[in-house]
């Protein structure tokens, strides 16, 4: 034996009470408790949990989705025609408790008229508040200087040791000036930063006047900034656009903040950006996998600062992404508009 103690497992059956026909549920992970007691005391679901805090496993979701009328899922689970199909004709309702759904094949959701519930707007002010604190960590080098402290590396005040880049004064470049890249700006602001530079298929001028920020191109973007933030949805066309021709045009001494999705970033490019000092840091939120791997290479860079996707980790905010989830779930199933209905 391994000697490793493994999260139990189990399944858990609860019978929602009532006099109506009850919908079949899948919720495929355990989630605050709020949100489950709407659904129970919603008297019209039989719901079947996947109670544990690691996803469940893809043939375990194919069994279980089977026959059932909404699906609860999470962003670690792919909604695609294979799961559509094993969960069969009558589903009438997904749910995702994520504000970005690029893990849903939206298109085989429309084919099938099947309605996407998700959570936009709750986990903005976290995201945000998370992507200031990593930037601030990344670029005082906090991580770095934590270990000195433990490794014995403090020996008395140097003049020049364990400097950060400055944030007033700079210019910062935002990717994806949407809710999220809006809040990021309002709360750089006070920092004393310079300039607030965005990209976007469009400039929004309602947007650029809440924090006096100029659209322009991704190059301009990256030549400009002191600080660049990833703050866009990933899609087929910002699929690896943080690429080695992006590092290129960033000033050396750019620090590279990502709290939007993995995808977005060539990670390979990016270790050889920093190895090679192309840019200055980089701090990550999301990564390609996750979790990354511990031997994963961009780990051994001092100046790369990698958290485990917690931009929406407050205890307020995963609450109300979870209670928004399953109101938009039983909205779905009694076939009426969602409180937070994607466009699909």
């Known amino acids: 034996m391994s000697g490793i103690l493994r999260p139990l497992v189990f399944r858990q059956n609860i019978r929602c009470l009532g006099t109506q026909e009850l919908s079949k549920v899948l919720v495929t992970r355990r989630v605050p408790q709020l949100a489950m007691d709407i659904l129970k005391t919603s008297q019209s679901c039989d719901l079947d949990v996947w109670d544990s805090d690691d996803p469940i496993p893809r043939a375990e979701l194919l069994k279980r989705a089977q026959g059932k009328d909404g699906l609860y899922v999470l962003l670690t689970e792919k909604v695609d025609a ?39 707007n709750v986990l903005t002010d976290a995201t945000a508040t998370l992507t200031v604190a990593l930037l601030l960590a990344t670029s005082r080098r906090l991580i770095e200087a934590v ?162 996707h917690i931009g929406s980790a407050e205890d307020a905010t995963r609450t109300e992404m979870a209670t928004l989830a399953a109101r938009n779930l039983l909205a779905g199933l009694r076939g009426e508009k969602m409180p937070a209905q994607a466009d699909l």
């Open 82 to 120: 294979e799961l559509l199909d094993a969960a069969g004709p009558q589903l009438r309702v997904v749910s995702t408790m994520s504000v970005g759904y690029d893990h849903v094949t939206t298109k085989e959701l429309k084919n099938r008229n099947i309605p996407l519930g998700y959570t936009p």
């Open 147 to 308: 270990g000195e402290v433990k490794n014995g590396g403090w020996s008395t005040w140097k003049p020049m040791w364990m400097c950060g880049a400055t944030l007033r004064g700079s210019t910062v470049g935002i990717v994806g000036l949407g809710r999220i890249g809006l809040a990021v700006a309002q709360r750089l602001l006070p920092f004393g930063v310079s300039k607030i530079v965005y990209s976007g298929w469009k400039a929004t001028p309602e947007v650029e006047k809440q924090v006096n920020a100029t659209h322009v191109d991704n190059d301009a973007l990256f030549a400009k900034s002191d600080f660049v933030l990833g703050c866009t949805a990933l899609t087929s066309e910002t699929q690896g656009m943080f690429n080695k021709d992006a590092f290129s045009k960033m000033k050396s001494t750019a620090i590279f903040v990502n709290t939007s999705r993995g995808g977005v970033v060539n990670q390979d490019d990016l270790y050889d950006a920093l190895k090679d000092n192309a840019i200055r840091a980089a701090g990550l939120d999301v990564t390609v996998p996750e979790p990354l791997p511990t031997d994963h290479k961009l780990l051994s860079l001092p100046n790369c600062v990698i958290l485990p």
